[in-house]
């Protein structure tokens, strides 16, 4: 740490403890003014014997008890307003739930439910007609030939599981919020029904949490065009939707037809030169120049001197 910072620390720390020493010395003066206004009173009224009024005094020096310390209690507030805030205060803390409840919810989250209590559970609410979408989505017949592997399926009726109990979970809520809803004492259950929404909307959004992550998991055995449509496709009785074969089909027509227009477009348009021939490089150019011939290098032809001789005389005849 630099010496400038040390500065600023030792400035700062000297700054608070004056600051809190001359809270406590006003505190101390505001006690040693009220304990002299007590002393006072006390020896306004020194005729009065003790013996004659005993309960009239001490309710009366009980009183003054009170006040003293709510005057000082006042004063404090005053000035411990002035510090910081309680670091170890927590605002907002939440509503302690029932000792009952959390006996029994602590053991369901440690140990779960047998599979017997939960089909009773379920079979007690089950998904009304008119929310089919409390149902976990179906996943649709030519994904579900893709899958070659076990395991994802095995994964997805797992997750279909779930998903099943919590739209029996969001059942079973939807009963007391009828009744709430319908009932006359609107103000008095207000808080019920607000508490009671936000834990269907909770619920609502781990099913379709779970309904992407389903999706998730079976995207890498699609191809690129499937997992293309399947982004923009909307959740409904079906996983990725109810058209989602057709749609697939449709995007490969789309992407064929394209891909062949292209093609003809080359073909039938090529693309024109844009500049003109240099003279000498194009052949329907008139001064046309042919490219010269290659011509192979003669190796060197090593002959012993009577043969070199020879060769030479030869030469010389024929040039005569």
């Known amino acids: 740490m630099s010496k400038r910072s040390r500065n600023v620390l030792t400035t700062d720390t000297g700054i608070k403890k004056a600051r809190y020493e001359g809270i406590l010395e006003e505190l101390d003066r505001l006690r040693e003014k009220i304990l002299a206004e007590n002393s006072e009173d006390e020896r306004s009224v020194e005729d009065m014997s003790d013996r004659e009024f005993p309960a009239e005094e001490s309710e009366r020096e009980n009183r003054e008890g009170e006040t003293v310390a709510k005057e000082i209690s006042e004063a404090t507030k005053e000035y411990v307003a002035l510090l910081e805030a309680d ?5 907002n803390l939440p509503e302690d739930i029932h000792g009952e409840l959390v006996v029994r919810w602590s053991t369901y989250l440690k140990k779960g439910l047998t599979k ?31 899958l070659n592997e076990k395991t994802i399926r095995q994964d997805d009726k797992f997750l279909i599981s779930l998903q099943e109990q919590i739209g029996c979970s969001l059942s079973a809520l939807a009963r007391p919020m009828n009744k709430l809803i319908e009932s006359s004492h609107k103000e008095e259950t207000k808080d019920t029904i607000a508490a009671l929404g936000d834990a269907s909307q909770l619920l609502c959004n781990v099913h379709h949490a779970i309904s992407l992550s389903r999706k998730f998991h079976i995207s890498p055995f699609l191809n690129q065009n499937c997992r293309k449509v399947m982004e923009g496709r909307e959740i409904d009785e079906f996983l990725l939707g109810k058209n989602f074969f057709e749609e697939v089909k449709t995007n490969q027509a789309v992407l064929k037809a394209k891909n062949e227009l292209k093609a003809q477009t080359q073909k039938a348009l090529p693309r024109p030169s844009s500049s003109r021939p240099v003279p000498g490089t194009s052949r329907t150019y008139l001064n046309y120049r042919r490219p010269a011939t290659f011509v192979r290098k003669r190796e060197p032809n090593y002959m012993n001197p009577n043969q070199l001789k020879n060769s030479q005389q030869r030469r010389a005849n024929i040039s005569r």
């Open 87 to 91: 670091p170890t205060a927590h605002a």
């Open 116 to 146: 017997e209590q939960r089909a009773d559970i379920m079979d007690k609410y089950p998904v009304p007609e008119n929310c089919s979408s409390l149902k976990p989505p179906a996943l649709n017949m030519e994904v579900n030939a893709c």
